[in-house]
């Protein structure tokens, strides 16, 4: 009923940037809230950055100052601007999204099928 598709991924030199999408389609009458997770090989998944609906934003530590998440309602998207990028940022990037649907009154968490981020040294 719902799909979250990603884009944006791809190979880039430590110090430079990428932006990363997430779209949300389907049946949906409102999302929550929207982020972005990591998971590097061996490794757990962890939280990169989360933006509520009203544009309230949390982000890891490890991406302050460097990263930036953001949203467009309209558009039930979700962007990640990715600047001043490190070897330590490369992994599989997933978005997340909590989403009601219509002729629903509980969110659902749905996630997207990832898109990969490597950062050469």
């Known amino acids: 009923q719902v799909q979250l598709v990603e884009s944006g991924g791809g190979l880039v030199q430590a110090g430079g940037a990428l932006r990363l999408s997430c779209a949300a389609s389907g049946s949906i009458f409102r999302i929550n809230t929207m982020g972005w997770y990591r998971q590097a090989p061996g490794k757990q998944r962890e939280l990169v950055a989360t933006i509520t609906s009203s544009s309230i934003t949390n982000y890891a530590d490890s991406v302050k100052g460097r990263f930036t998440i953001s949203r467009d309602n309209a558009k039930n998207t979700v962007y990640l601007q990715m600047n001043s990028l490190k070897p330590e940022d490369t992994a599989v990037y997933y978005c997340?999204?909590?989403?009601?649907?219509?002729?629903?009154?509980?969110?659902?968490?749905?996630w997207g099928q990832g898109t990969q981020v490597t950062v050469s040294s």
């Open positions: 997340n999204a909590d989403i009601v649907l219509k002729y629903s009154y509980n969110a659902i968490e749905y």
